[in-house]
Nanobody, 127 residues
Framework: QVQLVESGGGSVQAGGSLRLSCAAS????????MGWFRQCLGKEREFVGA????????PYADSAKGRFTIYKDNAGNMVYLQMNSLKEEDTAVYYC????????????????????WGQGSQVTVSS
């Protein structure tokens, strides 16, 4: 049974950077599209960005464009979310997710497209 294990969250001042990691335990997500979502207190989980199963495309939400970068390692065991120029409004719990099926990239911004989720990583940005 594959599990996703996240790490790298924490507290940072506005303008700073953090990198979140998502590791595959008990398997790999080499052929799977992977996504990052976030959830603020009292709000629904929202799409942040995704990486094509081949690693060739990385669409982002408007709020993340130009500041966040998603990438996978070649072995397909790790996916990362590099966050730069962080803002207070980026404060949330961040989740990585694995697509329901391999080699699919449609509807990457919908939670329903993902089957497995990490445990969540708290990111707190202060002024």
């Amino acid at each position: 049974q594959v599990q996703l294990v996240e790490s790298g969250g924490g507290s940072v001042q506005a303008g700073g950077s953090l990198r979140l990691s998502c590791a595959a335990s008990g398997g790999t997500f080499r052929s799977y599209t992977m996504g990052w979502f976030r959830q603020c207190l009292g709000k629904e989980r929202e799409f942040v960005g995704a990486v094509h199963w081949s690693g060739g495309s990385t669409p982002y939400a408007d709020s993340a464009k130009g500041r966040f970068t998603i990438y996978k390692d070649n072995a397909g065991n790790m996916v990362y979310l590099q966050m730069n120029s962080l803002k207070e409004e980026d404060t949330a719990v961040y989740y990585c997710g694995r697509f329901v099926r391999p080699c699919v990239f449609a509807n990457y911004d919908l939670m329903a497209s993902y089957e497995l989720w990490g445990q969540g990583s708290q990111v707190t940005v202060s002024s």
